[in-house]
């Protein structure tokens, strides 16, 4: 017999809860179409589900129609994208995560005073376009620890700050600044528990079910960072993880031999799919127990922009 133990908390965060209510509000309101300029947030699931109700996600504003009503995804814009938007009449319901919003006030703001700014992220993640986007001066993007060790900064080392990517893992950041602040000591910039308190909680929670499982599945999309990260930390622990996007992905190999097998999910997936995949394993295997940990329960909640209250 198998036992399955869930991660407390997993699956969506107040950010993610924010913009998918702010899409279905749009659409009750103004009808639809309503566009979305990239994946509100990256679940194929939530994004196939809203575009049934009548949004359509769009890459860039220029394929909106003028005068039409569009959402800037939880990830955040750039200052141009705004523009963009401003310039073709466009109606905007801005979804941006209130957490993301405030790295782009604390980028923007360590810019105003001439200071060099540095981001922690992946290049390519919309979030990191987006705050790249924020400082007309730009951004000095750092990915790795070996980069932060050989970057030439000395020009700068006086007048340096450093924001994150609130979806990294907390170690593979603390270690990056770290190494920041060892070479420039007066560099300035948020502490490591700045980032997404989800993105934290979820990643103890991971750690916690490691200890106890023989397998840990995690429910998320590839280009959801913050699920590809709960999956590296479930294997930096010694214990076989697999991220999948649904339970369709699931390979019974993995969990033949496991007697506990671990399952979370990303800020970005929906429970939904955690029951889909629970279900999944009952029906193949005797399972003795579904247990959730104690963790953190998560009372955060953000307000709705006003346009769609």
């Keep these: ?53 009548g949004a359509i996600f769009v890459d860039e504003v220029s394929q909106v129609p003028k005068n039409s009503h569009i959402i800037f995804s939880a990830h955040g814009v750039s200052n141009k994208v705004e523009i963009e938007a401003q310039n073709r009449d466009l109606l905007v319901v801005d979804a941006t995560c209130p957490l993301v919003k405030k790295v782009h006030i604390e980028a923007s703001k360590y810019a105003s005073k001439n200071y060099k700014v540095l981001l922690v992220g992946h290049k390519g993640h919309p979030e990191v376009e987006g705050t790249s986007g924020r400082v007309k001066q730009g951004i000095i993007l750092i990915e790795t620890v070996e980069q932060a060790k050989n970057i030439n900064l000395e020009k700068f080392k006086d007048q ?43 990643q103890k929670a991971v750690r916690k079910i490691s200890e106890l499982c023989d397998v840990v599945l995690v429910l998320g999309n590839s280009n959801s960072s913050n699920s590809v990260r709960l999956a590296e930390i479930a294997s930096i622990q010694g214990i076989p993880s697999y991220r999948i996007s649904n339970s369709n992905e699931l390979n019974y190999e993995w969990v033949n031999d496991a007697n506990n097998i671990g399952i979370t999910a990303g800020a970005s997936t929906p429970e939904v799919l955690m029951d889909d995949l629970i279900g999944k394993l009952k029906n193949k295997y005797e399972i003795s127990d579904i247990d959730t940990i104690e963790g953190i329960h998560e009372k955060v909640e953000f307000k709705l922009p006003e346009e769609i209250k």
């Design 1 to 53: 017999m198998k036992k399955i133990i869930l991660a407390q908390p997993r699956g969506f965060c107040a950010g993610v809860k924010r913009a998918i209510d702010i899409v279905e509000r749009a659409i009750e309101k103004f009808g639809s179409p309503i566009y979305v300029r990239h994946e509100i947030v990256h679940n194929k699931h939530v994004v196939d589900r809203l575009s049934k109700m």
């Design 160 to 202: 340096l700050a450093y924001v994150t990517q609130t979806t990294l893992s907390v170690d593979d950041t603390r270690e990056i600044i770290k190494v920041l602040k060892h070479r420039f000591p007066d560099i300035k910039g948020p502490d490591t528990r700045d980032i997404c308190y989800a993105t934290q909680n979820r």
